[in-house]
């Protein structure tokens, strides 16, 4: 979407597109799940967990991290990733408050 573009929507919209879009690839949701199921900070385990290139990895978790799933600790020449649990909450409930919205369902619509 075009930056100019972005002004005919309210932050909140913003906010969720920006997420949803982090989520948007089953590499990333593969990375999230590896995260939790370690449940520690982890390096170079990424990379050998998935059937990826380093590269790509890497890729992948600088667009977690561009919105904050993630945070990462330099160690030596290695970084450490591990989810932001704040992030991770607030993640949970933009999502939650847009699922939410949907009272009713849509028996009779179409």
């Not at 972005?6 to 920006?18: D, I, M, P, S, V």
């Not at 990424?46 to 945070?71: F, N």
Request: charged share 20%; hydrophobic share 45%.
């Amino acid at each position: 979407m075009g930056l100019s573009k972005t002004e005919h929507f309210t932050g909140e919209q913003l906010e969720l597109a920006e997420m949803a879009k982090a989520l948007a690839h089953p590499a990333r949701i593969a990375i999230l799940q590896y995260l939790i199921w370690t449940n520690a900070c982890v390096c170079g385990d990424i990379v050998d967990a998935l059937p990826l290139a380093q590269s790509t990895v890497s890729q992948h978790l600088k667009e977690l991290k561009k919105v904050g799933l993630l945070k990462g600790e330099i160690d030596g020449t290695s970084v450490c990733y591990c989810i932001d649990p704040i992030v991770w909450k607030k993640t949970e409930a933009v999502f939650s408050v847009f699922f939410a919205q949907l009272k009713n369902g849509c028996d009779d619509c179409c």
